[in-house]
Every structure is written in structure tokens, then in C-alpha cells.
């Protein structure tokens, strides 16, 4: 979607830039500078003002950075809100307010790596966007969304949560017609084995089929009289892992085996003709596009990959 800055408080004298650099961090939490560069300033060849810009934040006490200590970009900036910025942009009212804030020892964690896989991923859908005429904006995922439910698997009392890594909204355009598409994003960096993929699979079958008791609908949510999620979404939103953090073989036998415990598993098969879940590489999400055939179905027989709108129909 076309973005406008959202912040304007006059006594900073923030450039256009700076007013649009703090909610995109204060959304994301954590960003390269190699990652602004591409999200914000694209057409740039070299991020000199954008690295500029961010000075000048930092200066004002409104962002601040460590430095990347794995990955590819190691030895790179990463960049995030201090409380001061998250107020600056909390104090707009055009972003949800997330009780979340990023500190220098969370930055430099074993998290980093995790919340820069997120966005990476974010930014590869903002970039298929722009290539093919879609709207996909630099604020149109969200890390973390809470979504409660509970049901018979769950003690009384006990409330449970799934939250994806992130919940990302895109718009697909085909000349006047537009479909509105909704993921939610687990990225998998090679941290967890194929079974924990597969719970998240159960979890995610399970929210889609749970139905609030009338006490618990009441709690700042519409009584939709149906399942919690028809709350948030129009249609229920498609599952993507995003694998990442090994060699592309070591990810594809990754795949394969969560396509072989979703099959096994009773509870899945019987959600399979209801849950759209696929599986795709970070990798080839970066090189191809989300609109090339990089998603592998999770469910069913054929596992020809397809793109990130097909495998739900599959």
C-alpha cells in the first residue's frame, strides 16, 4: 500500500525520511541498515543519507543500534527504537501501541538473528510487490500477534496463545480485480526439529476450529458467534513456514519430513482439507519472488511447489 509518514512531531524537525524510519522500527523491532536501505529507499543506489538520517535519530535519542554478530551481514548495524522513540511514535496514534520494547541486550541476543529472518522475509514480499504492480507496504506485517484460544485440550482456567512470528497482509492485483491475502509467517532458522514445526501445525488447526465461550468473547472482542479468528480476518489466513539458517538440500529434507508428520498425524489429516499450509525457503523467496513456484503444499499428495496464493487451493 502507498506509505506516508506517520510521525510529525515538530520539535525533533525530523525529515521525511526520519518520520518514516521510526515506525517501521518501532513495528519490526529490529533492522539492518542494508534492510532499511531496501525498504525504504530502494531507487537509491547508496544508502548515504538513509545512514545520515539515522545518525541524526540516534543523536536525538530516538533510535539506537548494535552490531550484527552472525549471519551473512555480520560485523553490519542493526537498528531499533529507544523508549523515547517508541513514545514519539506511540504519541501519532496511527500504529497499534505494542507494550514491547527492544533494549541493547535483546538487540544483541540469540533473537537477533530471528527477528532479522522475519523481516527479511517481510521485505521479500514488499519487493514482489513493487515488481508486479501489488500492494504490499513497509508496515503491513506484524511481528508476534497474540490470537487466545482455548478448548479441550486445555486446562480450565488456562488461557493459551498462538502467535506467529508474524502476520503479514497483502494485496494481489489482476487489472480491476484485487484478492486480499493473509499469512502467517513461522520462520524457521534450523533451531527446532521437524516435530516442533508440526506442533505449530496442530496449534494452528486447533485456533482455527475454536469457538470462545460467551464470557471469554466478551473480553475486547466482537461475539461473532463462530471461531475466534472470524474476529481479525475475513477469510482465515494462509500458513507459511519460511525455512532458513541451512544448506537448501538440508532444508528440502526439512520440508519433506514435516510433509511426512503432518501426513501421519490423525488430528492434521482431518484439518488438511481446511488449513492452507505450505512450506518455502527464505532463500528462494529472496532470489524468486513469492509468486514463482517456491511453496511446497504441507498437506496432500502432491508436492510440487506452486506460489504463495496457489497452495491453498491445492
Not at 540469540?110 to 522475509?121: P, R
Not at 492452507?276 to 519472488?289: E, V
Amino acid at each position: 500500500m502507498p506509505y506516508a509518514p506517520t510521525v510529525e512531531p515538530p520539535q525533533y524537525g525530523l525529515t521525511a525520511l526520519a518520520e518514516q524510519l521510526l515506525p517501521v522500527l518501532y513495528r519490526h523491532r529490529l533492522m539492518t541498515t542494508g534492510q532499511l536501505h531496501r525498504l525504504l529507499q530502494p531507487h537509491v543506489v547508496h544508502p548515504t543519507y538513509l545512514r545520515r538520517q539515522l545518525t541524526r535519530l540516534r543523536e536525538r535519542g530516538l533510535v539506537d543500534a548494535v552490531v550484527r554478530n552472525r549471519g551473512g551481514g555480520q560485523g553490519q548495524q542493526a537498528w531499533y527504537c529507544t523508549p523515547a522513540g517508541a513514545d514519539v511514535v506511540e504519541a501519532a496514534r496511527e500504529l497499534t501501541a505494542r507494550p514491547y520494547r527492544m533494549t541493547e541486550h535483546n538487540a544483541s541476543s540469540q533473537l537477533q538473528e530471528h527477528t532479522l529472518a522475519v523481516n527479511d522475509t517481510g521485505i521479500a514480499f514488499v519487493e514482489a510487490a513493487r515488481a508486479a504492480g501489488h500492494d504490499c507496504g513497509p508496515l503491513d506485517w506484524e511481528p508476534e500477534v497474540a490470537h487466545r484460544f482455548r478448548d479441550g485440550e486445555a486446562r480450565a482456567d488456562d488461557d493459551a496463545f498462538l502467535t506467529p512470528d508474524a502476520v503479514l497482509s497483502y494485496v494481489q492485483r489482476n487489472g480491476p480485480r484485487a484478492t486480499a491475502i493473509t499469512y502467517f509467517l513461522e520462520i524457521d532458522r534450523a533451531t527446532e526439529g521437524p516435530a516442533q514445526l508440526a506442533d505449530k501445525l496442530r496449534a494452528y488447526a486447533r485456533y482455527q476450529t475454536y469457538v470462545p465461550t460467551a464470557p471469554v468473547a466478551s473480553r475486547g472482542r466482537p461475539d461473532t458467534g463462530g471461531e475466534a479468528w472470524r474476529g481479525r480476518y475475513a477469510t482465515f489466513p494462509l500458513v507459511l513456514f519460511v525455512l532458513t539458517g541451512a544448506t537448501e538440500a538440508a532444508m528440502m529434507r526439512r520440508a519433506a519430513d514435516v510433509r511426512a508428520l503432518a501426513a501421519a498425524d490423525a488430528r492434521l489429516r482431518r484439518a488438511a482439507h481446511r488449513l492452507p499450509a505450505g512450506i518455502t525457503t527464505l532463500r528462494q523467496l529472496q532470489k524468486f519472488g513469492p509468486w514463482e513456484p517456491v511453496v511446497t503444499p504441507v498437506f496432500g499428495n502432491n508436492a510440487t511447489p506452486t506460489n504463495a496464493l496457489s497452495y491453498a487451493q491445492s
